[in-house]
C-alpha cells in the first residue's frame, strides 16, 4: 500500500498552486497556503526542500514569492516524494475539499489503479 506524507501532500497542493500561476509571476507563501490549506509553519518547511531541489525559486521583496522552475508537466508526483519523503510512497488520496484536492485526485486515482495492476 502507498502512503504519502502529510508534508508530501501539502507539497504537491503547493506545487499544483503554482502550476495554475500565470507566466513567471511570483506566487505569495500566503495565497499558496490558503490554496492548499497549508499551515505557514509547513508551507516554509515544504517550499525548503522543493527549492532545495530545484523545483521552485524564491523572490524577495514586496512582489515576490514562489515560482516554478520548470514546465509543471515536467514535475511528476514521484520526483515531488523522492524529494519529500525519499522514496516512492503514496496514500493514493489527500484529505480535504479544497481546490487543490479536486485537481490532484484524478491523479491519485490512475496511481491506485497501476499499483493494484502491478501487484
Not at 495565497?31 to 499551515?39: D, L, S, T
Not at 527549492?51 to 514535475?75: E, F, H, M, W
Not at 510512497?89 to 493494484?116: F, I, S
Request: overall charge positive; some cysteine.
Amino acid at each position: 500500500m502507498l502512503h504519502v506524507s502529510l508534508k508530501c501532500q501539502y507539497a504537491i497542493k503547493a506545487l499544483v498552486r503554482l502550476a495554475l500561476a500565470r507566466g513567471d509571476e511570483p506566487v505569495q507563501a500566503r495565497e499558496i497556503a490558503q490554496f492548499g490549506g497549508i499551515p505557514a509553519k509547513f508551507l516554509e518547511q515544504v517550499m525548503h526542500d522543493l527549492r532545495n531541489a530545484g523545483l521552485v525559486r524564491s523572490l524577495r521583496g514586496k512582489n515576490g514569492g514562489y515560482a516554478l522552475t520548470r514546465d509543471p508537466a515536467q514535475i511528476t508526483f514521484a520526483a515531488v516524494i523522492d524529494v519529500i519523503e525519499g522514496s516512492h510512497g503514496g496514500a493514493g488520496r489527500m484529505p480535504g475539499d479544497d481546490q487543490a484536492q479536486c485537481l490532484v485526485e484524478p491523479v491519485w486515482r490512475d496511481v491506485r489503479c497501476a499499483v493494484r495492476n502491478e501487484q
